[in-house]
């Protein structure tokens, strides 16, 4: 029954394996050898009883009187002198089937009905036919090769248990070298923790295999890390976001209860407590969107809609946005069938169209653009505002980025959370979100999505 340990451990599963086939390899060898040298020896034994009786049938002679008889040579004599069952011996019958001459009489053996040689308990036996009808039947006892195989049985048992044992050795010390990259690997990984995150593992001189699931491991680091910097980033930019319009709720609660204001006052401080109440209630709002999608919790829907409709509304949405900047928003709507959510596309384009305004020049323009292929469904919206440096184009989509951060947020009025909201809702339909910018000259935003019947 396997313990735990033995269960568990890679180590002596390699073992195992390793010594189950040295055992196998041992076993095959070792049967081959005892095999083939029983087939020689059986093979030597049929051909020197085959020369014993070929030259028995030389010396019988057939008498005229019908009786046969056998006139042995001396050497012929001193291969069938020592007695059953350490030497040969021999048996010849007439054409009668009587028993003409046999070398020992103790040996029981009836006539043989064919020729060939035959095994008989322990005894190989050949049978050849002799002259005038007789039968020669010439025999061993196989005891001695017998002896001889299982002496070579035993030596091979001995030879393989002590092959066994020095494998053993060897193995446990091969397998335990082939694991040391792994011992590092489970090193590394039980120094990672949330404050040493940056731990990595070292792939200097390590074998191809364990170079590939240790590159793997970093890789993961890598995300994880970069997931944990990010999440920081979040949670400081989100503090700090929030922390702004409660100050200004703070401070003006005590400007007002410090002292007997005039209505006017009071006025002035209600509304720009109400304004930073709303910019926290937009900013929670937006949060809140960006966890649901993180967490894929948000519902979206999957109909087919006019994408020129969603973005004429989009646009008139946010006209009294514009015009204070005097600034006009040029249509160009194609007819254009897509599928998705409307509702969360229609955010995705007022989130595009209020960063067209807000970051654009006063008497600027912003042209809104629907257009299709065979393919795929377009839209662009392209402003003449300030524009986006180089440096700041890849960080556009991250959270809390904003391309100005120095522009107080009353003219503004921006989290920096609706341009990753707005390539989540892009990509959630399938679609792709692209940006193109140039310094004072202005910015295209670019959403393909794929076309519906």
């Given at each position: 029954?396997?313990?735990?340990?033995?269960?568990?451990?890679?180590?002596?599963?390699?073992?195992?394996?390793?010594?189950g086939?040295?055992?196998?390899?041992?076993?095959?060898?070792?049967?081959?050898?005892?095999?083939?040298?029983r087939h020689?020896?059986?093979?030597d034994?049929v051909?020197?009883?085959?020369?014993?009786?070929?030259?028995?049938?030389?010396?019988?002679?057939?008498?005229?009187d019908?009786?046969?008889?056998?006139?042995?040579?001396?050497?012929?004599l001193?291969?069938?002198?020592?007695?059953?069952?350490?030497?040969?011996?021999?048996?010849?019958?007439?054409?009668?089937?009587?028993?003409?001459?046999?070398?020992?009489?103790?040996?029981?053996?009836?006539?043989?009905?064919q020729?060939?040689?035959?095994?008989?308990?322990?005894?190989?036996?050949?049978?050849?036919?002799?002259?005038?009808?007789?039968?020669?039947?010439?025999?061993?006892?196989?005891?001695?090769?017998?002896?001889?195989?299982?002496?070579?049985?035993?030596?091979?048992?001995?030879?393989?248990?002590?092959?066994?044992?020095?494998?053993?050795?060897?193995?446990?010390?091969?397998?335990?070298?082939m694991?040391?990259?792994?011992?590092r690997i489970?090193?590394?990984?039980?120094?990672?923790?949330?404050?040493?995150i940056?731990?990595?593992?070292?792939?200097?001189?390590?074998?191809?295999?364990?170079?590939?699931?240790?590159?793997?491991?970093?890789?993961?680091?890598?995300?994880?890390?970069?997931?944990?910097?990010?999440?920081?980033?979040?949670?400081?930019?989100?503090?700090?976001?929030?922390?702004?319009?409660?100050?200004?709720?703070?401070?003006?609660?005590?400007?007002?209860?410090?002292?007997?204001?005039?209505?006017?006052?009071?006025?002035q401080?209600?509304?720009?407590?109400?304004?930073?109440?709303?910019?926290?209630?937009?900013?929670?709002?937006?949060?809140?969107?960006?966890?649901?999608?993180?967490?894929?919790?948000?519902?979206?829907?999957?109909?087919?809609?006019?994408?020129?409709?969603?973005?004429?509304?989009?646009?008139?949405f946010?006209?009294?946005?514009?015009?204070?900047?005097?600034?006009?928003?040029?249509?160009?709507?194609?007819?254009?069938?897509?599928?998705?959510?409307?509702?969360?596309?229609?955010?995705?384009?007022?989130?595009?169209?209020?960063?067209?305004?807000?970051?654009?020049?006063?008497?600027?323009?912003v042209?809104?653009?629907?257009?299709?292929?065979?393919?795929?469904?377009?839209?662009?919206v392209?402003?003449?505002?300030?524009?986006?440096?180089?440096?700041?184009?890849?960080?556009?989509?991250?959270?809390?980025?904003r391309?100005?951060?120095?522009?107080?947020?009353?003219s503004?009025?921006?989290?920096?959370?609706?341009?990753?909201?707005?390539?989540?809702?892009?990509?959630?339909?399938?679609?792709?979100?692209?940006?193109?910018?140039?310094?004072?000259?202005?910015?295209?935003?670019?959403?393909?999505?794929?076309?519906?019947?």
């Amino acid at each position: 029954m396997d313990t735990p340990f033995v269960r568990k451990s890679l180590r002596w599963k390699l073992l195992a394996w390793y010594l189950g086939l040295i055992a196998l390899m041992a076993c095959i060898f070792s049967a081959l050898t005892v095999l083939t040298i029983r087939h020689e020896l059986e093979q030597d034994a049929v051909q020197g009883l085959s020369e014993k009786a070929i030259s028995l049938s030389r010396v019988i002679e057939y008498e005229e009187d019908g009786q046969f008889s056998v006139d042995l040579s001396h050497q012929q004599l001193e291969s069938f002198a020592a007695e059953y069952p350490a030497g040969p011996y021999y048996r010849i019958w007439d054409s009668q089937r009587r028993v003409v001459d046999c070398s020992s009489p103790a040996i029981p053996s009836d006539y043989p009905p064919q020729t060939g040689t035959r095994w008989v308990s322990d005894q190989v036996e050949v049978i050849i036919d002799g002259p005038a009808q007789s039968r020669i039947l010439v025999g061993h006892a196989f005891e001695t090769e017998q002896a001889q195989i299982r002496r070579l049985i035993l030596t091979c048992v001995g030879v393989a248990t002590v092959t066994i044992l020095v494998m053993l050795a060897g193995g446990w010390w091969m397998i335990g070298q082939m694991l040391k990259p792994i011992d590092r690997i489970s090193a590394a990984a039980a120094r990672v923790t949330e404050s040493n995150i940056s731990e990595r593992i070292r792939t200097e001189k390590m074998e191809s295999e364990f170079l590939l699931l240790s590159n793997t491991f970093n890789g993961t680091l890598d995300r994880l890390e970069d997931a944990f910097r990010r999440q920081n980033h979040f949670t400081a930019d989100a503090s700090h976001e929030l922390r702004t319009p409660l100050s200004i709720l703070l401070a003006q609660c005590e400007h007002v209860l410090n002292a007997e204001r005039t209505p006017a006052e009071y006025r002035q401080a209600i509304e720009t407590i109400q304004h930073a109440a709303t910019r926290m209630k937009s900013l929670v709002e937006s949060l809140l969107i960006l966890a649901r999608a993180d967490a894929e919790q948000a519902a979206m829907k999957s109909e087919c809609y006019w994408l020129d409709q969603v973005v004429q509304r989009a646009c008139e949405f946010v006209e009294p946005l514009a015009q204070p900047k005097d600034i006009s928003i040029v249509k160009k709507l194609e007819r254009t069938r897509v599928k998705g959510d409307p509702e969360w596309f229609a955010k995705a384009v007022i989130n595009l169209l209020t960063n067209a305004i807000n970051y654009n020049r006063d008497q600027g323009t912003v042209t809104v653009s629907v257009c299709q292929d065979a393919r795929d469904a377009r839209l662009i919206v392209c402003d003449s505002g300030i524009g986006i440096s180089e440096d700041n184009l890849g960080r556009i989509f991250d959270r809390f980025f904003r391309v100005d951060p120095a522009r107080p947020f009353r003219s503004v009025g921006g989290t920096g959370l609706g341009l990753p909201i707005t390539q989540w809702i892009v990509e959630s339909q399938g679609g792709k979100i692209a940006v193109e910018s140039c310094l004072e000259k202005g910015t295209t935003f670019t959403i393909t999505l794929p076309r519906s019947a």
